[in-house]
């Protein structure tokens, strides 16, 4: 699993799930945002790319728990 940020230098977070993604040499490890943006957009186009799950901070700690559970057990 991975938890991300959107916001990150070099490569934001929507670009990096587009990146692992599309490589077909890698396993898909269930990706989560983890962020303070909270629009549609971003949110619809990280789905699209392929990520599993988004938190907008703050965020309380039973929501991130849940979200883990669902995804990997």
């Known amino acids: 699993m991975i938890i991300s940020d959107v ?3 070099n490569m934001n977070g ?3 799930v587009e ?3 599309a ?3 890698i396993s898909h490890p269930p990706i989560v945002m983890l962020t ?3 629009s549609g957009e971003l949110v619809d186009r990280a789905k699209k790319a ?3 799950g ?3 901070k703050p965020f309380k ?3 991130l728990v849940a979200i883990v559970t669902k995804l990997v057990g």
Do not use: F, H, R, Y
Request: glycine letters at 8%; proline letters at 8%.
């Open 50 to 52: 392929g990520a599993k």
């Open 14 to 16: 929507l670009e990096m």
């Open 23 to 25: 490589d077909s040499s």
């Open 19 to 21: 990146a692992i993604n």
């Open 54 to 56: 988004w938190l907008v």
């Open 7 to 9: 916001n990150m230098p």
């Open 36 to 38: 303070t943006e909270g």
């Open 61 to 63: 700690p039973d929501q």
